[in-house]
C-alpha cells in the first residue's frame, strides 16, 4: 500500500485542492513560465515517439495539453487516453478535446489514480506525464505502474520541474518559486495550492537521481534533456522486460 512521502498532502488533500484550481491552472502556468509550458509539452510527446497508429496513455493529464499534443502526432487509426483523479481537472480537457480540429488521434479521459492504473500490462505504446510525477503520493508506485502499461520496447517520458544548483539561476528559481509563486497564489484566490508547489518541487528527486530510479524499475536507454537553463528536465526510458 502507498504511503503518503514527507512534505506531502494527502492524497484526498491534493485531489480537492486540485478541483479547487481547475478553473485558473491554464492561465497560473501561462504567467509561472511564461507561455513556454507549451513548448516542454511538445518536446515530451516528440520524445514519446507514438506510431501512428498506436495508443498512448498520459497520466495525471490535468486540463489534457500532453494528451493532445501527443494525438497531433498520430493517425485517426490511434488513440490517446489521458487520466487523472481530479475529475474538474478531466472536464475542462474534455471541453478542449471537443473543441480541437479533428485531426491526429482520437482522445478521452478517465478517471483514474495513477498508483493503480486500470489497465493491462503492456497496452500502450507510451505512457507520459507532465508537470504530475511531483504529485504522487509514491514516485516509485507511480513510475512502476507507469511502466507496467506500456509494451516491451515502448517509452515512459516524464517532464517535471526541478531545482537548480548553480547560480545565479539557483537564485532566480528560489525568489521565483518561494516568493513571487505563493504570491501570484494569493492574488488568484489560493495561497495554499501555490505554496504547496515550491515544496512539491524541491521535494522531488534531482535528474540524475531521477534517471536512477527509471533505471531500477526496468527501464533502460535512460536519458533526461534539461531546458530553460535547468528548471526544466525531461526523461525518457524504454521497457525492455
Do not use: C
Request: no cysteine.
Amino acid at each position: 500500500m502507498a504511503t503518503t512521502a514527507p512534505g506531502t498532502l494527502e492524497e484526498a488533500q491534493v485531489r480537492a485542492m486540485f478541483d479547487r484550481i481547475a478553473g485558473l491552472y491554464d492561465l497560473m502556468n501561462s504567467v509561472m513560465t511564461a507561455g513556454l509550458h507549451h513548448r516542454w509539452r511538445q518536446r515530451a510527446a516528440d520524445l514519446a515517439e507514438v506510431p501512428p497508429d498506436g495508443r498512448a496513455l498520459d497520466v495525471a493529464s490535468g486540463t489534457g495539453d500532453l494528451a493532445l499534443e501527443l494525438a497531433a502526432r498520430m493517425g485517426p487509426a490511434g488513440e490517446v487516453v489521458g487520466t487523472d483523479f481530479s475529475e474538474r481537472m478531466l472536464e475542462l480537457a474534455r471541453a478542449k478535446a471537443a473543441a480541437r480540429a479533428q485531426v491526429g488521434a482520437s482522445v478521452r479521459f478517465e478517471t483514474a489514480n495513477a498508483l493503480e492504473l486500470p489497465y493491462e500490462g503492456g497496452s500502450f505504446d507510451a505512457a507520459t506525464v507532465g508537470f504530475g510525477a511531483r504529485n504522487f503520493a509514491d514516485l516509485g508506485r507511480g513510475l512502476e505502474e507507469m511502466t507496467r502499461v506500456v509494451r516491451h520496447g515502448g517509452r515512459v517520458v516524464v517532464l517535471e520541474i526541478t531545482t537548480p544548483t548553480r547560480p545565479p539561476l539557483s537564485y532566480f528559481f528560489e525568489l521565483w518559486f518561494d516568493r513571487v509563486v505563493p504570491r501570484l497564489g494569493r492574488l488568484a484566490g489560493d495561497p495554499e495550492a501555490y505554496s504547496y508547489l515550491p515544496r512539491s518541487v524541491r521535494r522531488f528527486p534531482g535528474p540524475r537521481e531521477l534517471a536512477e530510479m527509471m533505471w531500477r524499475l526496468g527501464l533502460r536507454q535512460v536519458r533526461y534533456l534539461l531546458t530553460a537553463g535547468g528548471i526544466i528536465a525531461l526523461h525518457v526510458g524504454t521497457v525492455a522486460r
